[in-house]
């Protein structure tokens, strides 16, 4: 079975560009969630989408978006970029939203934005 | 107050050798899942282990174990017979019941010296 993938893996964008990151759960997964992962920050919970409603959501500005699509497929997107936007978007999905279901990542992408 | 606390940020261990690495959460859900993730230099966030709060033993995976001490909330991962390609960021993360959101701790650092 295919892992989570996500496209692209590698974007550079310059400050006041807008952004979408993709994200492809494992085949039969409901659930997605992103994160962002910056040096300084760690791994901060942007959002969480279940059956292509937004279910939790992080403390992040408006910028952020998402959504999620009938085949369970996201994408996040990001608005007038910012420098301290540069991070590591890591993706994850799982089964259902159980406490049990483990979540499992993709490969992330990373964004510079200059 | 913080879901996940990892007071370790960084850690060394002789190759060979077990090596404990501590988390403590915090919840009042009775319901609720930890998990441990390895996430190498790569980027990749990888599922290690996991342990529900209403299982009575501690979870095994290989070399990977959980010691779980409900009553000190706590859920340290101990790594046997350590090996070079073990070394990585380790992040404790609990998702409960309720909100099914899934909190992170700031990781730990683990160095693997042969």
């Known amino acids: 079975k295919a892992g989570v993938t996500q496209t692209p893996r590698y974007l550079i964008k310059t400050r006041g560009q807008q952004v979408t990151l993709s994200c492809s759960p494992i085949s039969g997964h409901r659930s997605v969630s992103w994160y962002q992962q910056t040096p300084g920050q760690g791994l901060q919970f942007l959002f969480e989408y279940f059956s292509e409603t937004q279910r939790n959501k992080g403390n992040f500005p408006g910028r952020f978006s998402g959504r999620q699509f009938s085949n369970s497929r996201s994408e996040m997107n990001v608005s007038t970029l910012e420098l301290g936007d540069s991070a590591l978007y890591l993706c994850a999905s799982s089964l259902v939203r159980g406490r049990a279901d483990t979540q499992y990542f993709g490969p992330g992408t990373r964004l510079t934005v200059l | 107050a913080q879901k996940i606390t990892q007071t370790q940020p960084g850690m060394f261990v002789q190759e060979k050798e077990a090596v404990t690495l501590d988390c403590t959460y915090d919840?009042?859900?009775?319901?609720?899942?930890l998990f441990w993730y390895k996430q190498p230099s790569s980027g990749e966030m990888i599922f290690l282990i996991y342990?529900?709060?209403?299982?009575?033993q501690n979870a095994t995976e290989g070399r990977y174990s959980l010691n779980f001490q409900k009553a000190r909330k706590s859920a340290n991962l101990v790594i046997s017979a350590s090996q070079l390609g073990d070394s990585a960021m380790y992040f404790c993360?609990?998702?409960?019941?309720?909100?099914?959101?899934?909190?992170f701790g700031t990781g730990t650092s683990l160095t693997v010296i042969p």
């Open positions: 993360a609990m998702r409960e019941e309720t909100g099914n959101q899934f909190y």
């Open positions: 342990q529900g709060s209403y299982d009575q």
């Open positions: 919840t009042s859900d009775p319901s609720y899942g």
